[in-house]
């Protein structure tokens, strides 16, 4: 087991996987605003949106867009979520310089979600990341459903394993295991990236993708960080859900998160309380309250006498 040390990386995924399920449809500006927000707070990666098309997923239909509009930070990656080639290309022309590719361990929902069997998804994946490493972008290579599948129940962990070192032999930075269903326990997710981690090359990073469909959210991001994982999805507010799997809630929220490390001792540069304004204006736009837990509570005690000494 690691011990809990060291510094963690929190990828806010609320403009791509928070606003990907909602109805009521953000306007450019409004999404702005809410990047501005994240980079004020230290968020030091953000993920836009999704390169898919419109037709599934009409949320992302400005991600192309959104993307010529940012002015990029100091200290900030911006990242977005490719599935296939076409993606790809689009995200190559608005420049995009750190990408997650992926593919789902799941037989049913790779084929709602890109209408390929797993095996065709992967096959048609490699050379995808091969172009965007050819072309210098920082990839992530994601495995979704990896943690249960809300169609099939639990998924084989020799699969996922599988998939995770053709992505290390590709030469990713990054390999990502996403519990998309929500349907993780602690035990599995220490067992599955503890193998994952004697799996794949050294210098790989192991990230996790969390959703807390079950309320075991935060708990499993305390199984990874004693597997020694560092990078962690979030998302602001806690909002979030997968538009092919039915009732898979949101991600674990990215205050919640960042409040958790720094209660741990772990630094992740992000101010959560000054994520709660952000949070307050999402549930105005959405007209509902947010799953997440510190935007709702007031701070503990000592930081309340630490604002009061400043």
């Given at each position: 087991?690691?011990?809990?040390?060291g510094?963690?990386?929190?990828?806010?995924?609320f403009?791509?996987?928070?606003?990907?399920?909602?109805?009521r449809?953000?306007?450019?500006?409004?999404?702005?605003?809410?990047?501005?927000?994240?980079?004020?707070?230290?968020?030091?990666?953000?993920?836009?949106?999704?390169?898919?098309?419109?037709?599934?997923?009409?949320?992302?239909?400005?991600?192309?867009?959104?993307?010529?509009?940012?002015?990029?930070?100091?200290?900030?990656v911006?990242?977005?979520?490719?599935?296939?080639?076409?993606?790809?290309?689009?995200?190559?022309?608005?420049?995009?310089k750190?990408l997650?590719?992926?593919?789902?361990?799941?037989?049913?929902?790779?084929?709602?979600?890109?209408?390929?069997?797993?095996?065709?998804?992967?096959?048609?994946?490699?050379p995808?990341?091969?172009?965007?490493?050819?072309?210098?972008?920082?990839?992530?290579?994601?495995?979704?459903?990896?943690?249960g599948?809300?169609?099939?129940?639990?998924?084989?962990?020799?699969?996922?394993v599988e998939?995770?070192?053709?992505f290390?032999?590709?030469?990713v930075g990054?390999i990502?295991?996403a519990?998309?269903a929500?349907?993780?326990?602690p035990?599995?997710?220490?067992?599955?990236c503890?193998?994952?981690r004697d799996?794949?090359?050294?210098?790989?990073?192991?990230?996790?993708?969390?959703?807390?469909?079950?309320?075991?959210?935060?708990?499993n991001?305390?199984?990874?960080?004693?597997?020694?994982?560092?990078?962690?999805?979030?998302?602001?507010?806690?909002l979030g859900?997968?538009?092919?799997?039915?009732k898979?809630?949101?991600?674990?929220?990215?205050?919640?998160?960042?409040f958790?490390?720094e209660?741990?001792?772990?630094?992740?540069?992000?101010?959560?309380?000054?994520?709660?304004?952000?949070?307050?204006?999402?549930?105005?736009l959405?007209?509902?309250q947010l799953p997440?837990?510190?935007?709702?509570?007031?701070?503990?005690p000592?930081?309340?006498?630490?604002?009061?000494?400043?």
């Amino acid at each position: 087991m690691y011990e809990m040390t060291g510094d963690v990386l929190i990828e806010d995924e609320f403009l791509r996987d928070g606003l990907q399920n909602e109805k009521r449809l953000f306007s450019i500006e409004e999404k702005l605003g809410f990047l501005a927000a994240l980079e004020a707070a230290g968020v030091r990666r953000i993920q836009i949106g999704s390169f898919v098309h419109p037709k599934w997923v009409p949320q992302m239909a400005d991600t192309d867009a959104l993307f010529e509009r940012i002015v990029p930070k100091p200290g900030i990656v911006y990242t977005g979520l490719v599935l296939n080639k076409a993606g790809l290309d689009r995200a190559l022309a608005v420049g995009a310089k750190h990408l997650s590719i992926s593919v789902s361990a799941s037989e049913t929902h790779s084929k709602k979600n890109t209408n390929r069997s797993v095996d065709e998804a992967r096959a048609a994946i490699v050379p995808t990341i091969e172009k965007a490493l050819g072309e210098g972008v920082a990839v992530r290579a994601g495995i979704q459903s990896a943690l249960g599948c809300g169609f099939e129940g639990p998924i084989d962990p020799n699969r996922v394993v599988e998939i995770a070192r053709e992505f290390s032999a590709l030469g990713v930075g990054e390999i990502n295991v996403a519990d998309t269903a929500g349907l993780s326990n602690p035990r599995d997710v220490y067992a599955l990236c503890t193998r994952l981690r004697d799996e794949i090359a050294p210098d790989v990073r192991l990230s996790l993708h969390l959703h807390d469909t079950r309320g075991l959210g935060l708990a499993n991001m305390v199984a990874g960080l004693q597997a020694g994982v560092r990078v962690f999805d979030a998302a602001l507010g806690g909002l979030g859900g997968c538009p092919f799997v039915p009732k898979a809630t949101g991600n674990i929220a990215t205050e919640d998160a960042a409040f958790a490390c720094e209660q741990m001792g772990l630094n992740t540069g992000i101010d959560w309380q000054a994520l709660t304004a952000p949070v307050a204006a999402a549930e105005a736009l959405l007209e509902r309250q947010l799953p997440a837990r510190v935007s709702h509570v007031p701070a503990p005690p000592w930081d309340q006498q630490k604002e009061t000494a400043e």
